[in-house]
């Protein structure tokens, strides 16, 4: 499984982004996905997840409210729709593919990318 980010930049506060993330592969066994920021010095946490079909998402606290994470299967396709963005969710991007075969468990991850919000 490959996976790629697009649709980040530079927003104002009060501004909106969609992150895209493209999954290329083994696509049929991808179970869940996600989305996980990392700023400068800090570790990397979750943002956002969506089970395979969809049907149930969770978010962090910190963006319950502002962003959607959403996600097209016949496209492959995971998208995360942040609104009302501040200085703070600055960081980088990540998607996050999880495969589940059998007894095994295998994670992916895309390249990222930069979301920067200026005050």
């Known amino acids: 499984v490959q996976l790629v980010e697009s649709g980040g930049g530079l927003v104002q506060t009060g501004g909106s982004l969609t992150l895209s993330c493209a999954a290329s592969g083994t696509t049929f066994s991808i179970n869940a996905m996600g989305w996980y920021r990392q700023a400068p010095g800090k570790q990397r946490e979750l943002v956002a997840l969506i089970t395979s079909g969809g049907g149930s998402t969770n978010y962090a606290d910190s963006v319950q409210g502002r962003f959607t994470i959403s996600r097209d299967n016949a496209k492959n396709t995971m998208y995360l729709q942040m609104n009302s963005l501040k200085p703070e969710d600055t960081a980088v991007y990540y998607c996050?593919?999880?495969?589940?075969?059998?007894?095994?468990?295998?994670?992916?991850w895309g390249q990222g990318t930069q979301v920067t919000v200026s005050s």
């Open positions: 996050k593919a999880r495969v589940v075969m059998t007894a095994s468990v295998w994670d992916y």
